[in-house]
């Protein structure tokens, strides 16, 4: 079957009692038992949800694999993977990972004795020169969060294997529809489900996907003992977004691309960060790994001064954190999505205070470029 086809019917039977089409939202916190240890699949909500095992079925058909389990927020699903690791563990990361990603595992889990490694993963070489005898996972964004640099996926499941540790991959910023790391030899993949995944701006989620059964009976256990479970509503609510997330991703993609185009060629943007233009580095790596190039945009305006007045003078696009909802979202990555990463790291990493990311949203694109353009001219 194709994307859109299992994006709208994978996990999802009409409900046996009524017909409904739609999966129903489960909201209850326990289920009658017909006798001691006799039940029907379901003896607690913390355990189980009918809604969120359809969600949870939803997900793993479309990145491909075989589990799947859905958490609370996009940072509990990271933080159980995390917890699949123990004290003098060692963990390879993206040195420009998402500052809450960063936040968790220098501020949090460096606490509890794991060890983090931060490299440029778009060099191989510097992952093979971080891995250490003790080394468990490498985890990688792809494109990175903001500066949109690229990691050869299935170059680093090669060194992984190779190394006997677990490649993980957080796709949030491209969405199965657009890449899909399992495939290219992921061992993991996590998502913030409140991104594109939902697409609506109105849930918070967490999702984990992989094929390993082992690791899974493990996760399924670290998701009911931690319970920083996903809720019915959420639930429910992200999987009405995957049923348009096809359609919703080729806008994105389609306006991404127009807008990326269009900021290239305004004089006051001195750099654009999007993979689909012609001069990013990876371009040619992009075009091998992913199925299109997003909505996810950074540029370079200059300084603090020129970054702010250009947000505070946006009337359509909306200054906010977060991304992958159907409208456009604008950030200051350094004072917002990574206010938690030290200022001489994001100096170092190009997280300046120049530095403007977009979330393109599914607007009429000329509405979108009539804003940005209107913005850019006050700056």
């Known amino acids: 079957m194709g994307f859109a086809t299992i994006a709208i019917h994978a996990g999802q039977k009409p409900d046996p009692s009524t017909g409904a089409v739609i999966t129903p939202i489960y909201q209850t916190s326990t289920y009658v038992q017909e006798g001691v240890g006799i039940h029907k699949g379901y003896e607690y909500a913390r355990t189980q949800n009918p809604t969120r095992s359809a969600l949870e079925a939803n997900l793993a058909a479309l990145e491909g694999g075989k589990f799947a389990y859905a958490f609370a927020s996009g940072m509990a699903a990271i933080n159980v993977v995390a917890s699949l690791f123990a004290a003098g563990d060692h963990c ?9 990603t960063f936040r968790l595992f ?4 460096k606490n509890f004795g794991l060890e983090f490694s931060y490299v440029n993963t778009s060099n191989l070489d510097a992952i093979v020169k971080a891995v250490k005898p003790n080394t468990k996972m490498v985890f990688i964004e792809t494109p990175t969060n903001p500066t949109m640099a690229l990691t050869d ?40 489900t409140t991104k594109f995944l939902n697409g609506h701006s109105d849930s918070v989620g967490g999702i984990v996907v992989l094929n390993d059964p082992i690791i899974a009976e493990r996760i399924a256990f670290l998701q009911n003992a931690a319970g920083a479970i996903l809720s019915p509503f959420d639930s429910w609510l992200i999987l009405r977004g995957t049923k348009t997330l096809a359609v919703r991703m080729r806008q994105h993609e389609e306006n991404g691309r127009r807008v990326a185009n269009f900021l290239v060629e305004n004089p006051k943007v001195k750099k654009v960060f999007y993979p689909g233009l012609a001069d990013h580095p990876q371009h040619k790596l992009a075009c091998q790994q992913m199925s299109g190039f997003g909505a996810m945009i950074s540029f370079e305006t200059g300084s603090y001064e020129k970054a702010t007045r250009f947000l505070e003078s946006l009337k359509l696009c909306l200054l906010a954190e977060s991304l992958g909802g159907v409208e456009t979202l604008v950030c200051h990555p350094a004072k917002m999505t990574h206010a938690s990463v030290p200022a001489t790291e994001r100096d170092r990493l190009g997280i300046t205070d120049g530095l403007v990311r977009i979330s393109v949203g599914i607007e009429d694109v000329e509405d979108i470029i009539a804003d940005l353009e209107q913005a850019l001219s006050i700056m």
């Open 92 to 100: 390879v990361v993206s040195d420009t990972t998402y500052g809450g």
């Open 153 to 192: 996926i299935r170059a680093v499941a090669n060194i992984a294997q190779e190394k006997g540790v677990k490649l993980v991959v957080d796709n949030t910023f491209m969405s199965p529809y657009l890449q899909q790391p399992i495939a290219l030899g992921a061992d993991i993949v996590v998502h913030s």
């Open 106 to 109: 220098d501020k949090v889990l």
